[in-house]
């Protein structure tokens, strides 16, 4: 291994002990989608987008929050709309917070338009969407 391979590792390593308990996975239709673009002063950006997901075979819903903020460009976020089917990867809140009920987006895969906010190999989004079954 190189110093680059080993210094990834170990970020990889940190960053799952940290999060790990807290990384979550939820696919379902999007129930609302609000955006919120507040530019100040034409220098500095702010987006906020909140997501209501349904998930399969659930009768609950989870809300999710992504926000981004910053210099001199517009932070890009990927076209969503009502009834898509989406991948969203984030971390939950955490308990004892008064956000633990929310998931801060790290990732979001539209899977009816095939887009994702940030690329992803496609491997993985084809082996997400297999659903194995046992049957009896």
Same mark, same amino acid.
């Given at each position: ?49 909140? +997501? ?12 999710? *929050?992504? /926000?981004? @903020?910053?210099?001199?460009? &517009? ?35 539209? +899977? ?12 993985? *989004?084809? /082996?997400? @969407?297999?659903?194995?079954? &046992?049957?009896?």
């Amino acid at each position: 291994m190189g110093f680059r391979e080993k210094l990834a590792k170990y970020y990889q390593d940190s960053y799952l002990r940290k999060y790990g308990d807290r990384l979550t996975q939820i696919r379902g239709n999007v129930l609302s989608v609000k955006i919120e673009a507040k530019p100040i002063l034409w220098i500095f950006h702010r987006l906020r987008v909140v +997501l209501i997901v349904r998930p399969e075979r659930s009768k609950g819903v989870v809300s999710c *929050v992504y /926000k981004k @903020n910053r210099w001199f460009k &517009k932070p890009a976020f990927i076209s969503i709309s009502m009834g898509n089917l989406v991948i969203v990867q984030g971390l939950k809140g955490k308990k004892g917070k008064e956000n633990r009920e929310t998931i801060e987006i790290l990732n979001v895969l539209n +899977l009816t338009t095939k887009k994702d906010l940030v690329p992803v190999d496609n491997n993985a *989004v084809k /082996k997400s @969407n297999k659903v194995q079954y &046992k049957y009896k």
